[in-house]
């Protein structure tokens, strides 16, 4: 009887165990295999910013830029982060404070900073930061002005910088121009067929550029494919839905992640659908929504080791794109509020710098959170 009563407990033991391991295991396993993540608090910035550039820099550093405190209160400032340290310091400042500019990191390792907002005006003015002297250089002026325009790096190191606003007002401009890494010198090529400010700009694996989405007069659904070869724009087909301010990831397979962002309702708009780009059939197809609505996110998704893209941004949760399932799954813990035009940089070890933005005022926050892949 002693010994029947034993092995009933060690049964009744040993099987809570292994539930509690399989519980465990599950909660911390995507659809795909892949384990499961979390979201922790980093060392905050010397400076509250949104609208900020976030660049990895190729010794692994990440270049914070610009952004504002508040509406009107820009930046001209710019820090290091270190993922050694954890910590961020003081670099060389701008030759003036912009909101909402491009960056881009050359093949020189240099880092090309376009446009943006000054005041209530747009700027043309381009600088390079060399992180060897940690100092920005003013290297002369775009072909028109620009707020809020893309850059994006071609194969051949010259950089495509699309759209942006031509004024203080909401609609973007069709224009393109290539900025010359070898010369700094930039060049008009064919206009975009539709006007586009807060697009997204990705460049595919064959090095032609999807550009989708944005604000001319009206949210648009339409997409255009730039091609390097001939330095013009087609059109490719149309979204499902129309959007602007929302993010875009390649996939490891060559097709796009289209994400979240808003209709011309803007705050009352925002948007929990996805759908994916095939370069190959020019088409896109609906994918299984974001868990939350979210817009002002980051132009750029990180593609993570295990093939995931992580979505953060306008909503407390972040969440991860499984390719292989199609569907997101949301990372484990939450950042402090629904972040609105913060950095989204994949750092060099696997895990994600998240940082800046504001909550549902204009008020930037100076706090950072670090994704981890588990």
Same mark, same amino acid.
């Given at each position: 009887?002693? $010994?029947?009563?034993?092995?009933?407990?060690?049964?009744?033991? &040993?099987?809570?165990?292994?539930?509690?391991?399989?519980?465990?295991?599950?909660? *911390?396993?995507?659809?795909?295999?892949?384990?499961?993540?979390?979201?922790?608090?980093?060392?905050?910035?010397?400076?509250?910013?949104?609208?900020?550039? =976030?660049?990895?820099?190729?010794?692994?550093?990440? +270049?914070?830029?610009?952004?504002?405190?508040? *509406?009107?209160?820009?930046?001209?400032?710019?820090?290091?982060?270190?993922?050694?340290?954890?910590?961020?310091?003081?670099?060389?400042?701008?030759?003036?404070?912009?909101?909402?500019? #491009?960056?881009?990191?050359?093949?020189? @390792?240099?880092?090309?900073?376009?446009?943006?907002?000054?005041?209530?005006?747009?700027?043309?003015?381009?600088?390079?930061? %060399?992180?060897?002297?940690?100092?920005?250089?003013?290297?002369?002026?775009?072909?028109?002005?620009?707020?809020?325009?893309?850059?994006?790096?071609?194969? *051949? @190191?010259?950089?495509?910088?699309?759209?942006?606003?031509?004024?203080?007002?909401?609609?973007?401009?069709?224009?393109?121009?290539?900025?010359? #890494?070898?010369?700094?010198?930039?060049?008009?090529?064919?206009?975009?067929?539709?006007?586009?400010? #807060?697009?997204?700009?990705?460049?595919?694996?064959?090095? $032609?550029?999807?550009? !989708?989405?944005?604000?001319?007069?009206?949210?648009?659904?339409?997409?255009?494919?730039?091609?390097?070869?001939?330095?013009?724009?087609?059109?490719?087909? *149309?979204?499902?839905?129309?959007?602007?301010?929302?993010?875009?990831?390649?996939?490891?397979?060559?097709?796009?992640?289209?994400?979240?962002?808003?209709?011309?309702?803007?705050?009352?708009?925002?948007?929990?659908? !996805?759908?994916?780009?095939?370069?190959?059939?020019?088409? &896109?197809?609906?994918?299984?929504?974001?868990?939350?609505?979210?817009?002002?996110?980051?132009? %750029? =998704?990180? +593609?993570?080791?295990?093939?995931?893209?992580?979505?953060?941004?306008?909503?407390?949760?972040?969440?991860?794109?499984?390719?292989?399932?199609?569907?997101?799954?949301?990372?484990?813990?939450?950042?402090?509020?629904?972040?609105? &035009?913060?950095?989204?940089?994949?750092?060099?070890?696997?895990?994600?710098?998240?940082?800046?933005?504001?909550?549902? %005022?204009?008020?930037?926050?100076?706090?950072?959170?670090?994704?981890?892949?588990?």
């Amino acid at each position: 009887m002693i $010994r029947s009563r034993f092995a009933l407990i060690i049964l009744v033991l &040993f099987g809570f165990i292994v539930s509690f391991s399989v519980l465990r295991t599950h909660n *911390n396993v995507s659809a795909s295999g892949s384990l499961a993540s979390s979201v922790r608090p980093g060392a905050p910035m010397l400076d509250p910013r949104s609208g900020h550039t =976030a660049t990895l820099l190729q010794d692994g550093r990440v +270049l914070i830029a610009g952004g504002m405190r508040r *509406n009107q209160d820009f930046y001209r400032s710019a820090e290091l982060y270190d993922p050694a340290t954890g910590k961020f310091r003081a670099t060389g400042s701008m030759s003036l404070g912009r909101v909402g500019p #491009a960056a881009a990191l050359l093949q020189s @390792g240099k880092v090309l900073i376009v446009g943006g907002y000054i005041g209530h005006a747009c700027t043309d003015l381009a600088e390079l930061y %060399d992180p060897a002297t940690e100092k920005f250089k003013v290297i002369g002026k775009m072909t028109t002005v620009r707020g809020r325009p893309s850059a994006t790096v071609l194969t *051949n @190191g010259d950089v495509l910088i699309t759209g942006g606003s031509d004024r203080d007002s909401p609609g973007g401009v069709a224009s393109a121009e290539l900025f010359h #890494a070898a010369t700094s010198q930039f060049e008009v090529v064919g206009s975009m067929h539709s006007g586009r400010i #807060a697009q997204t700009s990705t460049r595919l694996n064959d090095g $032609r550029v999807l550009i !989708a989405g944005g604000r001319g007069e009206t949210v648009t659904a339409s997409a255009e494919i730039y091609d390097p070869a001939t330095k013009q724009f087609s059109a490719t087909g *149309n979204m499902f839905t129309a959007r602007y301010k929302h993010t875009a990831g390649l996939l490891p397979d060559g097709r796009v992640l289209i994400a979240g962002g808003s209709d011309d309702r803007d705050w009352s708009g925002a948007l929990a659908s !996805a759908e994916i780009y095939d370069p190959r059939t020019g088409k &896109f197809t609906a994918t299984s929504p974001l868990k939350d609505s979210r817009f002002k996110l980051p132009d %750029d =998704a990180a +593609l993570l080791d295990s093939g995931d893209v992580l979505v953060a941004g306008g909503s407390k949760t972040l969440e991860l794109y499984d390719p292989a399932a199609g569907k997101f799954l949301v990372a484990t813990g939450e950042i402090d509020g629904p972040r609105h &035009f913060m950095t989204e940089t994949r750092l060099k070890n696997g895990s994600v710098l998240l940082a800046g933005g504001y909550l549902n %005022d204009d008020r930037a926050t100076a706090d950072t959170w670090i994704y981890h892949p588990e």
